[in-house]
């Protein structure tokens, strides 16, 4: 499964879309009281906190699924794993 942007904006609220980028209160700090987390199809970065990674580390921190690409093949956990701390007893 190839992580989309609108795959992540889904799990987001109040998200202003633009040409080719999202942008969404940051889910790493807060407050946010401006939208400062731009998220695109190459990845995100918070323009205030200056958190940065890609659509799949997002994705598992906002919609509480994880995603595991290993090997260029992704697996997606959804036997009962729920958050980033299962992911060690997880076995894809």
């Given at each position: 499964m190839n992580i989309?942007?609108e795959d992540?904006?889904?799990?987001?609220?109040?998200?202003?879309?633009?040409?080719n980028?999202y942008?969404e209160?940051c889910?790493?700090?807060?407050?946010?009281n401006?939208?400062?987390?731009?998220?695109s199809?190459?990845g995100?970065?918070?323009?205030?906190c200056g958190?940065?990674?890609?659509?799949?580390?997002?994705?598992?921190e906002v919609?509480?699924?994880?995603?595991?690409?290993?090997?260029?093949i992704t697996?997606?956990?959804?036997?009962?794993v729920?958050?980033?701390n299962?992911?060690?007893?997880?076995?894809?």
């Open positions: 989309t942007s992540v904006v889904e799990y987001l609220d109040g998200v202003h879309k633009y040409q980028y942008m209160r889910v790493f700090h807060s407050p946010d401006n939208p400062s987390l731009r998220v199809d190459f995100y970065k918070c323009l205030s958190v940065r990674g890609s659509l799949v580390r997002l994705y598992n919609s509480g699924r994880i995603v595991v690409k290993k090997n260029l697996h997606h956990l959804l036997s009962g729920s958050g980033r299962n992911l060690a007893q997880s076995k894809p």
